[in-house]
């Protein structure tokens, strides 16, 4: 039977420092193959038939959401939508839609309870042959984590090494809202390196700028692929347009895979195009973020912190040096802002900022 592999990994958030369970997947099921193996248990159906049958299916779906109704699979999922909003008395307005609903998707207790059921765990050793990705890091900005889509990144580990042309292996990075891709531009491919100009998919909404990279190499001719995740997620540079315009369009910003963006840049002075970073850390003890300028050197100048526990509009104010005196931002879901920040960026997110005047 095949097994459900696991492994596991330092959880940086706790004190004293402990681990938790990391799923390793064999392979990403996407909707060809998912029509694909369809298909050979409905032999009467061709896999592209499936394909439209499971568009169609997501299509009314989505209708049934947008209609305001709840759709409920029997045994499998259920669909459904809720708010996240904060209003200070009955009679409030509500925000914007897309600040404020949320698409839930939830399996169902048999579902669960069968998947459980039938699972073989399979526990790899730390010390088990994996490709391990150690760092990932944009050459041209030198920055960690950044998926610069003009530069070369750089990714260091062990176990990394793998031959494209003869179906050994894959690069390949993952929007976590959608999107996928197979790198191919590899500049090089190494035991402990691998450099690559980064092919990045499109994701469902200009804030989604969140993605994952996985190398998966096999270290035998006929040996089982085996798939090394890198633990950090990786985020592409966001630009604010038409920063000269006294009414500059808003820009989503500090989001992870959300069908609304937690925070938006609502404005800003700046004196000419600039490049520069935005920082939100997770006060724990203070329960509050903590939202700051910086420059695109790690460890070098900073604005003053600005601390937020609740939604709402605040300026952050620039950096000794830096074209941009100030920028506004609306905070629009501080919950789930927090919740992100603090665990799936181990208490800090950075975003890197192009600032345009025109």
């Known amino acids: 039977m095949t097994t459900i592999q696991w492994q596991p990994a330092v959880n940086a958030l706790t004190t004293p420092s402990s681990y938790k369970m990391v799923f390793l997947p064999r392979n990403v099921v996407d909707t060809q193959e998912l029509a694909a193996r ?6 009467n159906y061709s896999a592209e038939e499936l394909r439209t049958i499971l568009a169609t299916r997501n299509k009314v779906v ?6 305001g109704e709840q759709v409920t699979e029997e045994n499998n999922f259920t669909y459904s ?23 839930r998707v939830h399996a169902s207790p048999p579902f669960v309870a069968e998947v459980r059921h039938a699972a073989q765990l399979e526990r790899l050793s730390r010390d088990k042959k994996l490709p391990l990705i150690n760092t990932a890091e944009d050459t041209l900005l030198k920055l960690p984590d950044v998926l610069n889509p003009d530069g070369v990144l750089q990714l260091t580990g062990e176990d990394l090494a793998f031959d494209p042309e003869l179906g050994g292996g894959e690069c390949v990075i993952e929007g976590t809202a959608g999107g996928r891709a197979v790198q191919t531009r590899l500049n090089l491919v190494s035991n402990s390196a691998i450099m690559l100009m980064p092919e990045i998919p499109a994701q469902a909404h200009p804030w989604n700028n969140e993605y994952t990279i996985a ?20 985020r592409t540079p966001l630009t604010l347009s038409n920063f000269g315009h006294p009414h500059p369009p808003e820009t989503g910003i500090l989001t992870g895979s959300a069908a609304s963006a937690y925070v938006n840049a609502t404005g800003g002075s700046a004196t000419e195009d600039t490049r520069l970073r935005i920082q939100v850390v997770a006060d724990i003890q203070g329960e509050r973020l903590l939202f700051s300028l910086l420059d695109m050197k790690e460890g070098g100048a900073a604005g003053a912190e600005v601390s937020v526990t609740q939604n709402g509009e605040h300026s952050l104010p620039g950096f000794s040096g830096s074209a941009l005196s100030s920028l506004a931002i609306r905070v629009n879901n501080y919950a789930g802002l927090w919740e992100m920040v603090r665990n799936d960026y181990g208490g800090r997110l950075v975003d890197v900022l192009e600032v345009k005047e025109g």
């Open 62 to 67: 989505r209708q049934s959401l947008i209609n």
């Open 215 to 234: 190398v998966t190499t096999r270290y035998t001719k006929h040996g089982t692929p085996r798939t090394g995740i890198y633990e950090r997620m990786l």
């Open 38 to 43: 369809m298909a050979t248990e409905l032999p």
């Open 81 to 103: 939508l809720s708010f996240t909003a904060r209003l200070n008395s009955a009679d409030d307005a509500p925000p914007p839609v897309d600040q404020c609903l949320q698409v």
